[in-house]
């Protein structure tokens, strides 16, 4: 066992970079639909997030030789919605951030395939998008990091490693108001989720296996009491209201899963970093997670279509600022409901098309008032016949509640807000 430890970087907040200049929104018209003019624009505001050079996606659309290239596959991704990534469905929940394309972007895209996918004027070309690097909300208070960095061999896909972390922040320090995950090698990390250990299960586990970290996939292998963020492309860093007080629990360990692919022909490292902001302000709000989570289940081999219902009651008023919906490879869909006291219902989220890829934390555009005695309900719903393409399991076996890459989750975590009550 090679153990990781805190590195604290005590930092003096430096200048923030610039944000993008927004940019308008085009109408399809009549002229020619040209790269230069118009696909651009859609490109820079909905793709290259991701389609950029040392970015996640296998190829950049960032420049005209590039789109031209790709056009048949993009029009396909884009009307099929394939691209970009967005799963929830229109009408349950009301997101910030939503990365959906209106349907006017996708007729423009699909017309500048169909009539030859013209390169355009010179002039009508945008300054290119700039992205920020390292740290977008500034430098942070404290950073949490591996302490080594980790090696992954070439040719290697789904590696899912947990590296632990103690925390040794001084105890006046311990209230946060953000927290970012900085990857530390974008070709390589596919997305990384951060665990707080309050149990000491990953320190065992770690010394269980050689190397730094130790295996796990769907989650940390343990249960834990909340994290601080999460990292996928696109993935906003968490920032809570101020006044809402976010604490570490004393003695917890920062648990960090890294899912790791290398298709390229050389090993990569990763060091992977976690940065807090700390808060002084006075707060009568704290934190709030509420996990609406089904465990002793199982899933019998063959069932095409077999629900999974988990259930969390809200113990004081909430208002919820994101979700976060998680399941394995079987997963088909996800709904979650809230049952307010007063019988009315409000749908959280809706995903019709589950993959486990793309497990996104949607912000709500504006809190979301849950009040004390809502029930949260979760229904998971699963493909366990041989006919899902994703099934581990060839031929499908019954499947469990259970942490591996074999076994079934059904959670949603709801974070929010609640009001500070002195007893
Ligand atoms: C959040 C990151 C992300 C965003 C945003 C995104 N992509 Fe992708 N895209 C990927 C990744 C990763 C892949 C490769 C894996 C896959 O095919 O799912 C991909 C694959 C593709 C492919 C190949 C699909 C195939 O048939 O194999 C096309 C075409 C594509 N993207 C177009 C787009 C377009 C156009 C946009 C914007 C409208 C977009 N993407 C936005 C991450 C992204």
């Known amino acids: 066992m090679r153990r990781t430890t805190l590195v604290i970087a005590l930092l003096v907040s430096a200048c923030q970079t610039s944000p993008n200049t927004p940019l308008r929104p085009e109408a399809v018209g009549d002229g020619p639909v040209t790269f230069n003019k118009q696909v651009v624009r859609v490109f820079q505001r909905n793709c290259q997030t ?37 799963k929830a469905v229109p009408g349950h929940g009301e997101f910030a951030d939503v990365r959906r394309l209106s349907e006017d972007e996708i007729r423009l895209v699909a017309r500048w395939v169909a009539d030859g996918a013209p390169e355009g004027e010179p002039r009508d070309l945008p300054s290119p998008r700039r992205f920020p690097t390292g740290w977008t909300l500034g430098t942070p208070s404290a950073v949490l990091a591996m302490e080594e960095p980790f090696t992954v061999p070439p040719r290697t896909k789904d590696i899912y490693r947990c590296f632990v972390v103690p925390i040794r922040i001084p105890g ?19 997305h990384v989720q951060t665990f707080l250990d309050v149990t000491g299960r990953s320190v065992e586990l770690d010394q269980a296996e050689p190397g730094p970290g130790y295996t796990c996939f769907g989650g940390p292998r343990f249960d834990s009491v909340g994290g601080l963020g999460g990292w996928a492309p696109g993935y906003p860093p968490i920032e809570i209201p101020s006044g809402v007080a976010w604490g570490i629990p004393p003695g917890a360990r920062l648990v960090i899963q890294v899912h790791y692919n290398n298709p390229g022909d050389t090993a990569e490292t990763d060091l992977t970093k976690i940065g807090v902001h700390f808060t002084t302000g006075p ?3 704290r934190l709030s997670l509420l996990r609406a989570f089904a465990w002793n289940f199982g899933i019998p081999a063959g069932a095409p279509q077999h629900s999974v219902m988990a259930r969390a009651m809200v113990q004081d008023d909430v208002e919820a600022i994101s979700i976060h919906a998680h399941m394995h490879l079987l997963g088909r869909a996800m709904t979650v409901t809230a049952h307010l006291p007063d019988g009315t219902t409000q749908s959280m989220l809706k995903i019709d098309d589950w993959d486990f890829e793309w497990q996104i934390r949607y912000v709500y555009k504006r809190p979301v008032p849950l009040p004390a005695g809502t029930r949260i309900v979760a229904e998971c719903v699963y493909d366990n016949s041989a006919a899902n393409p994703k099934n581990p399991s060839k031929p499908p076996r019954p499947v469990f509640s259970g942490f591996e890459t074999t076994d079934e989750m059904c959670l949603a975590s709801v974070l929010g807000t609640a009001r500070i009550v002195r007893r």
């Open 50 to 86: 991701c389609h950029r050079p040392g970015e996640v996606a296998p190829f950049s659309l960032t420049n005209y030789k590039d789109a031209h290239a790709r056009r048949d596959d993009i029009r396909e991704a884009v009307e099929s919605r394939y691209m970009p990534p967005w």
């Open 172 to 190: 006046e320090w311990r209230m946060i108001r953000a927290s970012e995950v900085l990857p530390g090698n974008r070709k390589i990390v596919h």
């Open 283 to 285: 707060f009568d709000r």
